[in-house]
């Protein structure tokens, strides 16, 4: 195994992993067998890269699996809408410093979106600062129209992890309000700080959708939704998720939402399958 490809070596002692060769290289191009864990694979990465490189820090290798696990599910993702011709498609988002979801929109929209995050601004000492979701689920309709041939990723390689790290690229522009049917939150494992970066993240995108709603007078919107995906779950996971999204508290003329709509323990392809099931068939 050609180690040397997955390790750069850094100054100060360290290593930084190159996360897509890593990725490659130890699943040997192979997509896991459905019943395979997660964990497991995490696991056994870390192992590997320890026993070549022992500089590898415990926090790279953690930075390391958020990335892992995105990669995993947006395969199957991926070959899910391949095989159901009505799915939807969950597509991986970059982070907010290299991408903003808005731009997703038709310019008409995503100017609405750019003028509230002004006028928030110029009418208080507060900014409207947004994350991105880590996946946003785009209907099948405008996929078929953007991607009309959707190959069964059969294989992994360097290839693939450009297809879906870059496919939203394809679709910046092209989303009318109905398009994006929701977001995912996908954490390879549940911190408090991360249980509460889910619900905040998960109202504000449902108040922006709600924003939109309300500038475009759409009467009777189909709403928008918002899930959480780990590859554990514990009953105090779901607990705390369970968190009102607070725009819709402010009045009484719409009934309070969840700002998380579902929370999946996602820990092999399988589970993945009946996942998506339910969230790209919705």
């Known amino acids: 195994m050609t180690f040397i490809r997955i390790i750069k070596d850094k100054k100060k ?16 191009n192979i997509i896991p067998e459905p019943d395979k864990s997660f964990k497991e694979i995490l696991d056994y990465f870390d192992k590997e890269i320890k026993l070549f ?7 790279a290798l953690s ?14 993702a991926w070959n899910y809408c ?17 991408f903003t979801i808005a731009t997703l929109y038709v310019e008409k929209l995503y100017k609405l979106i750019v003028d509230l995050r002004e006028k928030v601004h110029l009418t208080s000492s507060v900014q409207l600062i947004s994350s991105n979701p ?16 959707l190959e069964k990723i059969s294989t992994i390689d360097e290839s693939v992890i450009e297809l879906i790290d870059n496919a939203y690229f394809k679709f910046i522009g092209h989303c009318e309000f109905d398009d994006i049917i929701g977001y995912m939150s996908v954490k390879s494992s549940l911190r408090p700080d991360r249980r509460l970066q889910i619900p905040h993240e998960g109202s504000l995108m449902k108040a922006l959708y709600t924003h939109l709603q309300t500038r475009e007078w759409i009467i009777d919107p189909k709403g928008i939704k918002y899930y959480a995906m780990s590859i554990e779950v514990k009953p105090a996971d779901r607990e705390a998720l369970k968190t009102v999204a ?8 719409s009934k309070p939402q969840a700002a998380v709509d579902e929370v999946f323990q996602v820990d092999s392809m399988q589970q993945a399958q009946l996942a998506f099931q339910q969230i790209l068939n919705a």
């Open 13 to 28: 002692d360290k290593s930084q992993i190159i996360k897509h060769a890593a990725f490659t290289i130890l699943l040997k």
């Open 53 to 59: 490189d022992p500089s590898v820090t415990s926090s």
């Open 63 to 76: 930075n390391a699996h958020g990335d892992w696990y995105e990669w995993l599910l947006a395969i199957a």
């Open 82 to 98: 391949v095989e159901n011709e009505t799915a939807n498609l969950a597509l991986l988002t970059p982070n907010i410093l290299q």
């Open 134 to 149: 880590d996946f946003v689920i785009i209907d099948r309709t405008l996929v078929n129209k953007i991607i009309p041939k």
């Open 246 to 253: 607070t725009h819709s508290i402010t009045t009484v003329h």
